[in-house]
């Protein structure tokens, strides 16, 4: 079942390659750009299926070594290589499921990043300050490209919100593990007695929405005609040339009378039509997106964290996964690799997990 799934993907991958070269999708700018994103969605998935097959060519013949007997030294080396190898094929067998899994629709996305101060007044603010030095360092440290698209700054170097747009390959499927609350525990430098204050701040990490298409289909739309209402006189329209038009899946009505001929005025209707499907789609984007910042940040209160940020101790604890790293000097100059690795990694096991059953 394995072997069929990433045999037609790796036939995939080759049809791609070959439809790139050609002149005619070539001539086509967005088909192209289309195949150029699905083909890299394949690459890693071949490159490991490849080296699946080497692997499993080679146990075999070391399997073969061995089954013929002979010199023991020569054994004992077939031996150590069927054992590495098997360690090889399970890893391999592991990350093939891994990648096979349905992508996140959201992962090829740049992605906005909104981050403020929460529980902490001015010491909430200043750690708002080095998160976003936090994510830009590491923003540069995968070559990504980084735009302070809003800042509200506060008088001593801290930030009451900021907002960050990081575009680059991979930007939604690292970042997405930052949403929520940020607990620092520090002693404050306006703090004489030398007490430890937690404060808060909340990250909200939000994909690049796309333009709203809005697509009309006939079968959805109910047209009505009727003779245009108006002064009489000459002037008046004796044939029925107004147009209502219903979009029935969302009950919007939109009437045009104001041209003679009919065909004019079903265009223009369509137009108004379009535009208010415009509207609202924004509209309904506009309050998904709100919803889903909304889940993300909680209210900030200080028992609501997803990771703590110790001073004293010099440590970063994740508290999804219980992972505690003793270099916070580390995490705060952007390297985040490891925290993010162990996130993504218990992601792929929890969807992996809930595939078998």
């Known amino acids: 079942m394995l072997?069929?799934?990433l045999r037609q993907i790796e036939e995939r991958s080759n049809e791609i390659a070959r439809a790139l070269s050609d002149p005619a999708v070539l001539a086509q700018p967005a088909e192209y750009a289309r195949l150029r994103r699905e083909h890299a969605e394949t690459v890693e998935i071949v490159e490991r299926f490849t080296e699946y097959r080497e692997v499993l060519k080679r146990l075999g013949e070391a399997h073969h070594l061995i089954s013929e007997?002979?010199?023991?030294?020569?054994?004992?080396?077939?031996?150590?290589?069927?054992?590495?190898?098997t360690a090889r094929q399970a890893a391999l067998e592991d990350e093939l499921k891994r990648l096979l899994l349905p992508r996140d629709p959201n992962d090829a996305k740049n992605v906005f990043v909104e981050i403020r101060a929460g529980a902490g007044g001015e010491e909430a603010a200043l750690f708002a300050a080095e998160l976003a030095r936090m994510y830009t360092k590491y923003?540069?440290?995968?070559?990504?490209?980084?735009?302070?698209?809003?800042?509200s700054a506060t008088g001593t170097g801290g930030f009451k919100d900021v907002i960050l747009f990081i575009q680059g390959r991979g930007a939604w499927s690292r970042l997405?593990?930052?949403?929520?609350?940020?607990?620092v525990q520090r002693v404050p430098v306006t703090e004489g007695s030398?007490?430890?204050?937690?404060?808060?701040?909340?990250?909200?990490?939000l994909p690049e929405a796309e333009d709203v298409e809005v697509r009309i289909d006939e079968k959805d739309l109910k047209v009505d005609v009727y003779r245009s209402s108006g002064p009489g006189g000459q002037g008046v329209n004796t044939t029925d040339s107004a147009v209502r038009i219903t979009h029935?899946?969302?009950?919007?009505?939109?009437?045009?009378?104001?041209?003679?001929?009919?065909?004019?005025?079903?265009?223009?209707?369509?137009?108004?039509l379009k535009a208010r499907l415009l509207e609202r789609a924004q509209q309904e984007q506009q309050a998904a997106i709100a919803a889903d910042r909304r889940s993300q940040v909680g209210t900030g209160e200080r028992s609501e964290r997803i990771r703590t940020y110790n001073f004293p101790?010099?440590?970063?604890?994740?508290?999804?996964?219980?992972?505690?790293?003793?270099?916070?000097?580390?995490?705060?100059?952007?390297?985040?690799?490891?925290?993010?690795?162990?996130?993504?990694a218990a992601e792929d096991a929890e969807r992996l997990t809930r595939v078998a059953s």
């Open 248 to 272: 029935l899946p969302t009950g919007l009505v939109v009437t045009c009378q104001d041209e003679r001929s009919q065909i004019k005025n079903r265009a223009k209707a369509l137009r108004v």
């Open 69 to 85: 007997g002979g010199d023991r030294e020569l054994m004992e080396l077939a031996q150590a290589e069927v054992n590495d190898l």
């Open 139 to 151: 923003a540069e440290r995968q070559r990504w490209k980084i735009e302070v698209m809003d800042a």
């Open 313 to 344: 101790q010099a440590r970063v604890t994740d508290h999804r996964i219980g992972l505690t790293l003793h270099r916070l000097p580390a995490v705060l100059e952007g390297d985040l690799d490891e925290l993010i690795d162990a996130l993504t």
């Open 3 to 5: 072997f069929d799934k």
């Open 194 to 205: 030398g007490r430890i204050h937690t404060s808060t701040v909340t990250v909200a990490v």
């Open 176 to 183: 997405k593990f930052e949403r929520g609350v940020h607990r």
